[in-house]
């Protein structure tokens, strides 16, 4: 249950209320300041509902999607941007498309599981970043979903989004390459030129979930797209690959962000994987000394 309040609204409702609506401000759509808790039977939740922690100065033309997907590759990435150019946290996104669960927090208090949105602005660049733990527990809710984040998107004057993630190859992968997809053909020399690869198009494939909605349903509203997945074996978070899709997404940004804590991650996990395969190696053994 979220609290009835006139200054909060579920964005499927909200479908008239853009920036082209001459009589309506930016971000009166939204609501200011913290949900409060509310009596059994007051309300009941919408399917989306936005909740902005400020009202100013909070438009951008870029958005960064960093969602949980294969690997956390693009969740890892994206949330490595945002503790190393200190952006700050803007809005928060509730949804009953969002598993049926609480969040307990080291004090032992619950809270909704939620989506954030942060901005980042520096020398006049503006950056937005949607990131959280959660996606649609549904193929209805990944649709709702994605149509609130581009509503969002559009009123803070949003003309390209970013959606980042993992391409499961199934091994482990010593280089990862960062495979591309894009949703108007004219942006994919500028991501070959920051070194994304487009090697695996030939044989087509899908892009589920936010990082492939957003780019297709994006294009209808003539926001362009970009998904970039760094190689993963899929069964693994994976820094590494995380670490090889920062590189591509900076250059892409034209922004500079220190690598050092992903790659200590990144060197920390290929110490894990090496006791695995240490620990496999010695088990195969012992089996094989029991023959014969």
Do not use: W
């Amino acid at each position: 249950m979220l609290p009835a309040r006139p200054d909060l609204h579920a964005l499927l409702d909200m479908p008239c209320l853009r920036r082209t609506d001459p009589d309506r401000p930016s971000c009166t759509i939204f609501a200011a300041g913290q949900v409060r808790e509310i009596q059994k039977g007051d309300t009941q939740m919408e399917h989306v509902i936005v909740n902005f922690l400020r009202e100013e100065k909070i438009e951008a033309p870029i958005l960064i999607e960093g969602l949980p997907g294969i690997g956390h590759v693009g969740k890892l990435a994206a949330e490595h941007i945002i503790h190393e150019l200190g952006a700050e946290k803007i809005a928060e996104i509730y949804s009953l498309h969002f598993p049926p669960q609480v969040v307990v927090d080291n004090l032992g208090v619950t809270h909704l599981v939620s989506n954030e949105i942060y901005r980042y602005e520096r020398d006049g660049q503006a950056i937005l970043f949607l990131v959280g733990d959660f996606q649609s527990t549904s193929a209805e809710g990944h649709y709702v979903l994605t149509e609130s984040y581009l509503d969002i998107a559009e009123e803070l004057g949003v003309r390209r989004i970013y959606t980042l993630g993992g391409y499961g190859v199934g091994h482990l992968v010593e280089k990862p390459r960062v495979l591309s997809a894009v949703n108007m053909e004219h942006l994919r020399p500028e991501v070959e030129a920051a070194g994304g690869s487009f090697e695996n198009t030939e044989t087509g494939g899908m892009i589920v979930g936010a990082s492939g909605l957003l780019l297709g349903l994006g294009a209808l509203r003539d926001i362009e797209g970009i998904c970039l997945m760094g190689e993963t074996s899929g069964y693994i978070v994976d820094p590494k690959s995380a670490d090889s899709l920062l590189r591509v997404l900076s250059r892409l940004l034209d922004i500079e962000v220190d690598p050092t804590l992903l790659q200590q991650r990144a060197a920390d996990m290929e110490q894990i994987i090496a006791k695995i395969r240490e620990a496999e190696e010695r088990k195969g053994e012992e089996e094989l000394s029991y023959i014969g």
